[in-house]
């Protein structure tokens, strides 16, 4: 056989072997691994038989592997920084490396898939350190109200988990939904009977939990202002008064002065006064009482007529717009 035929022959086979060959690899690393940590060979883990000279593209993205048979962390890797990896529970770096054949230029591409697995190296993060939040004592049981969650840069397991309440002996608890991009949304649920006039606000604590080891927490602290409603009429301290006054009592003057409250804020327990329609004419000619204080006095001079007392009825409005 001629020498031009034997290299033609081994220049086939050689052909043969590069194409035959599974020249993809996979590697998994931890995120934040120290610079140098060994990776793998690649020359070994992708079953060329020849002694490989190893390089880089010019134009890969990541340099992580060094220009020879081993393969080596050259940088810091953040998981949560790599853009591929944003908002995705798997982070897969693809790597393209050149193997030259040692006879010819024979050049075959391997394929390399990186996986960088998440540590439990960032804890949950609110928007905001404290908020305050206006619920009306109208809220039924089960009313919500949405409040911005907070956001884990860790994935799976390492990401928000759970969320609690402090402290416990409050009327609220909560609901938790969890997003696909990390976020996470919380409502505040109304689990009994909001009463302002008992409680006008609460001061709590909303924990946000992760699933690492050790586990992270972030916090808010929330404060609760409970708003008013008109839900309570004005009373008087006494259904009924008894007194006495001179038949001599000079016109305009004062005889007795009625009073009621109202727990209620603002207008809503902003209490005036007036003589009820349901009564004689006789008393509205005789006397008035002052809207603000509810001061009853004379307009005529009184007649004592016995066995006939004056009854005088006095209403008590607060000033809503619907009493």
Not at 175 to 186: C, I
């Amino acid at each position: 056989m001629k020498n031009g035929e034997i290299c033609n022959y081994v220049y086939c086979c050689v052909l043969f072997r590069f194409h035959v060959l599974s020249l993809d690899l996979s590697y998994t690393i931890p995120e934040e691994g120290n610079i140098s940590s060994y990776i793998g060979n690649v020359a070994n883990d992708s079953s060329l038989n020849q002694s490989l000279n190893v390089s880089e593209r010019n134009n890969m993205k990541y340099t992580i592997l060094d220009a020879d048979e081993f393969s080596y962390i050259s940088k810091r890797l953040d998981r949560e920084s790599l853009q591929e990896c944003e908002f995705s529970t798997s982070c897969d770096l693809p790597i393209d490396i050149v193997a030259q054949s040692i006879i010819g230029t024979f050049f075959k591409k391997i394929k390399v898939k990186i996986t960088i697995t998440d540590i439990n190296d960032h804890e949950p993060k609110f928007p905001e350190s404290s908020m305050s939040l206006e619920l009306s004592e109208a809220f039924v049981v089960g009313s919500s109200s949405p409040i911005v969650g907070a956001v884990d840069m860790d994935s799976g397991d390492n990401a928000v988990q759970k969320y609690s309440l402090k402290p416990k002996d409050t009327p609220f608890t909560l609901n938790f939904v969890k997003y696909v991009d990390g976020s996470s949304s919380v409502s505040l649920v109304v689990s009994k009977k909001l009463d302002r006039e008992t409680v006008d606000g609460y001061q709590l604590q909303i924990l946000a939990e992760d699933g690492g080891n050790p586990k992270f927490t972030g916090t808010l602290d929330l404060t609760v202002i409970i708003t008013d409603i008109n839900d309570n009429p004005p009373l008087f301290n006494q259904s009924t008064y008894s007194i006495s006054v001179r038949e001599d009592t000079a016109v305009s003057s004062t005889v007795f002065n009625v009073k009621a409250t109202d727990p209620d804020l603002n207008k809503n327990g902003m209490v005036t006064y007036k003589l009820s329609p349901h009564q004689s004419d006789n008393i509205k000619q005789i006397f008035a009482v002052n809207r603000s204080t509810g001061s009853i006095f004379t307009l005529k001079p009184l007649v004592y007529t016995p066995g006939e007392p004056y009854k005088i009825i006095v209403e008590a409005n607060d000033g809503a717009t619907i009493p």
